[in-house]
C-alpha cells in the first residue's frame, strides 16, 4: 500500500481571546503598539524632569515640590479603581480600551500646553487676582498655582490613557510572546527616555513652551495611530450589575481585589518599588545646584551636563531589555524580578558612598539604571502572569492604586527628611531602603506563587471562593 502524503503544516498561529495573528500581523501590532510606546515615554520623561524645576525657578521649597507632586497622586488614586471597572465593563465599536485613549487625549495634550505657559499664565492670573483686590499674591506663588491644577488635569486624563494602554497589552499580545514584547517595550521605551534627557531637557528652561507642545502632538499622533490600526478582538458581555448601586460595586471591588494575600503582596511590590522612584526626581538639585541655603556641596553640573549624563543612563538600559524578553520568557518573570530587585537596592547604597563627582555619576547611574532594566522588564510582564485575564483592568488598577498611593505619602516625606538632612546624597539611602523593602514582599510573592502551582499549574486565586488561609506568609 502507498504511504498517505504528510500533512502539510500551516504557518504558525498566535492566539489571544477571538483575535488570531500570522507572523506578519502579530509583527504589525507590536509595530504599532512599540511605536505608541516611545512617544508615551517621552511624555513620561516631560512632567518628573520638569515640573519639579519649574516649581523651583519659582522659589518651591523641597517639601512644597513633594506636595504638588503628590496631590495631583492623590487624584489618579482616586481615578484607578473607576478605571479599570469601567474600561473591563465597556463595549462598543471600538472595543473595552480604545474609546477611553480617543476621549481623553485632547485634554491631556491641552494640559501640556498649559504647563508650558506657566511663566505667562503665572503672570496673567496674578493681574486677575490683582484687579479682584487679591494684592498678598506675587507672581511666583500664582504661577506655582498654575502649574499644581494644570499637572493635576494633567494627572486626570493621563491616568486613563496610561491605565488601558496597559490593559491593552493583555487583549491584543498573546501569552506565548509576552516577554519578547516586554523586553521591547522596554527597549523603545528607554529610547524615548533618552531623546528627551538627551536633546530636550537642556533646552526646557528657554524653550518651555515648544518642548511641552511639540511632545503633545508626538503624543497624541502616537495613540491615534493605535487607535486605528489596533484592533480588539470581541469580548463576552459583563456580568451583570450587582443590585445596591455604587455602594455594593465598591465593596466586591475590594473583597475581590484586597482580601487575599497573593495579590496584597502584588500590590505591596508596586507599592515599595514606586516609593523608590520618588527621591530620583530630586537628583537633578544633587548633581547640579541646590539653590537651597544651608544644603551640602552639590556636584555643580549645569543643567546641559546633567542631561548628557541622564541620557546616558538610557543607553545601558537598551541592550539589557532586548535580553531580558527571552529570558523571561524561559525562566519566568518571578526569578528575573528577584535578581533585578536584589541588585537594585545593592547599587542604591553603592552610589552613596562611591558617587563624588560627574564621573563617578555617570559610572554608577548607568549601573543603577542597567539592573532597574532587569527588574521593568520583568516587573512588566509579571501581573499579566498574575493577575486574572478576564477582570486584568480591575486587579491591575487595584496594584496601581495602592502604587500610586506611594507617590501621595513618599513625595512630601522624602521633601521634609531632605529638609532635615540638608543633603541631597541622602536619596540614594531613601532608594535602597525602599527597594529593600520591595525586595522582602518579592520574596514572600515567589513562595505564595509556588505554593499556588508555580510554573506548571499556577493560577489566579478566587477571592470570592478561595480565601486559604495556609496560602498567608
Known amino acids: ?223 491615534y495611530l493605535i487607535v486605528w490600526k489596533v484592533k480588539e478582538g470581541d469580548y463576552t458581555p459583563p456580568p451583570p450589575k450587582k443590585p445596591g448601586g455604587g455602594l455594593a460595586v465598591a465593596r466586591l471591588y475590594f473583597k475581590e481585589c484586597f482580601t487575599h494575600p497573593f495579590y496584597l503582596n502584588v500590590y505591596f511590590l508596586s507599592f515599595f518599588f514606586w516609593s523608590s522612584l520618588v527621591p530620583l526626581n530630586f537628583i537633578v538639585f544633587f548633581a547640579t545646584q541646590a539653590g537651597q541655603a544651608g544644603y551640602a556641596a552639590t556636584l555643580g553640573l549645569t543643567l546641559q551636563e546633567f542631561g548628557r549624563v541622564k541620557s546616558w543612563t538610557f543607553l545601558i538600559q537598551i541592550p539589557v531589555f532586548f535580553l531580558m524578553g527571552p529570558l523571561i520568557d524561559r525562566f519566568h518573570p518571578i526569578r528575573v524580578s528577584l535578581v533585578g530587585m536584589f541588585l537594585i537596592s545593592a547599587s542604591y547604597f553603592s552610589c552613596y558612598w562611591l558617587v563624588q563627582g560627574s564621573t563617578s555619576l555617570l559610572v554608577c547611574w548607568t549601573i543603577n539604571q542597567g539592573v532597574i532594566a532587569i527588574y521593568l522588564g520583568a516587573g512588566a510582564a509579571l501581573t499579566p502572569r498574575l493577575l486574572p485575564r478576564e477582570q486584568y483592568g480591575q486587579f491591575f488598577s487595584a496594584n496601581q492604586t495602592l502604587g500610586y498611593s506611594s507617590m501621595i505619602v513618599t513625595p512630601p516625606v522624602c521633601g521634609l527628611l531632605l529638609g532635615m538632612v540638608r543633603d541631597y546624597r541622602y536619596l540614594f539611602i531613601f532608594c535602597g531602603f525602599c527597594t529593600t523593602l520591595a525586595f522582602v514582599a518579592l520574596v514572600t510573592l515567589f513562595i505564595q506563587w509556588r505554593r499556588l502551582g508555580g510554573d506548571l499549574h499556577f493560577t489566579p486565586p478566587n477571592t470570592v471562593a478561595d480565601s486559604s488561609p495556609d496560602l498567608v506568609p
Not at 28 to 57: C, K, N
Not at 68 to 95: N, T
Not at 96 to 111: E, K, Q
Not at 176 to 191: Q, S, T, W, Y
Request: hydrophobic share 50%; aromatic share 16%; glycine share 10%.
Open 1 to 223: 500500500m502507498e504511504s498517505a502524503p504528510a500533512a502539510t503544516q500551516g504557518p504558525k498561529l498566535y492566539r489571544v481571546g477571538t483575535l488570531t495573528y500570522t507572523k506578519s500581523t502579530l509583527a504589525q501590532v507590536f509595530f504599532w503598539m512599540l511605536w505608541g510606546d516611545f512617544f508615551y515615554q517621552l511624555l513620561e520623561s516631560v512632567t518628573p524632569a520638569l515640573i519639579p524645576l519649574q516649581l523651583r525657578w519659582e522659589g518651591a521649597s523641597d517639601t512644597l515640590i513633594g506636595f504638588v507632586g503628590s496631590q495631583s497622586a492623590l487624584v489618579a488614586f482616586c481615578l484607578y479603581p473607576a478605571i479599570g471597572i469601567q474600561s473591563d465593563r465597556h463595549r462598543g465599536r471600538l472595543g473595552r480600551r480604545r474609546p477611553f485613549i480617543l476621549w481623553c487625549t485632547p485634554p491631556v495634550v491641552l494640559s501640556l500646553v498649559l504647563l508650558g505657559a506657566a511663566k505667562p499664565g503665572g503672570a496673567m492670573l496674578h493681574h486677575f487676582l490683582g484687579w479682584l483686590g487679591g494684592s498678598n499674591f506675587t507672581v511666583a506663588g500664582c504661577t506655582i498655582v498654575w502649574i499644581a491644577v494644570c499637572y493635576a488635569m494633567w494627572v486626570i486624563f493621563n491616568a486613563y490613557i496610561q491605565q488601558v494602554y496597559m490593559y491593552l497589552f493583555v487583549d491584543v499580545i498573546p501569552r506565548e510572546v509576552m516577554g519578547k514584547f516586554f523586553g521591547l517595550f522596554r527597549a523603545v521605551g528607554a529610547i524615548g527616555s533618552l531623546a528627551f534627557n538627551r536633546w530636550a531637557l537642556g533646552q526646557a528652561e528657554a524653550y518651555t513652551l515648544h518642548v511641552y507642545t511639540l511632545i503633545g502632538l508626538l503624543y497624541a499622533s502616537a495613540f
